[in-house]
């Protein structure tokens, strides 16, 4: 997989939170948390967690290379990790492959170990973000070279937090998509269902008439609370979005 540097990043504009990174293979974490709460310490409990889970998902892809190349829902056994019971769940109610959900999965890992220490956090994982807030707080929406790009934000209220903010993209990025959206953001409380989501709804998209089915089918989905998706200077919302200027 190649790296592609997080440009995005510089544009992080909290006062009150503070940045640090972690990172194990292709798992990219940006993490924000109330001053005070980062450190080397917390930096290095982060990487174990993360390694931990990561080592075990490595195992059962050894042993079943199929869960990492398929795009179909995948029914694993009983005795499966944890972290691949859950990527599954997920994806199998969104009808796409298991991997799909694996950059949510660690965003949401690392925000619930970290959470333990600080009342806000922000985990951002290639644009999938866990996230948990005592303020109001504004997500700029990233979509290419739509003219929407970095002009909108989404506002997020404390008490709809935990929430996973997840984008799917057919004009940016790596991740494989079968769509042309320049995004497909999928809000949800799991950030696992939410990064699975983002993806089968990315995918829906060809055309700008596909935009409002494609909000339509993300929101059939039980546990996702909001969907927005971009294609050029077109867009369709539904759900639990509040969308605010820039």
Partial sequence: MVYEPRTYRKLYSEKDLVHFQVQLGETDLDIAVTNGVASSQLSMEVLNYITEYRLALDNYINMHPRFLTTLEPYQPEDVAPWAVK?????????????????????????GRLVARYAEDVIVENGGDIWLK???VRNVAVFAGDSPFSYQIGLEIQPTETPLGICTSSGTVGHSLSFGRADAALILAPSAILADAVATATGNLIQNEDDLETAVDFAMSIPGVSGALVILGDKMAVKGNVKLVPL
């Avoid at 769940?89 to 890992?109: I, K, Q």
């Fill in 133 to 135: 807030t005592s303020t």
């Fill in 86 to 110: 859950e990527m599954c769940t997920a994806t199998n109610l969104a009808g796409v492959g298991p991997m799909a959900a694996v950059a949510g999965l660690f965003s949401e890992l690392t």
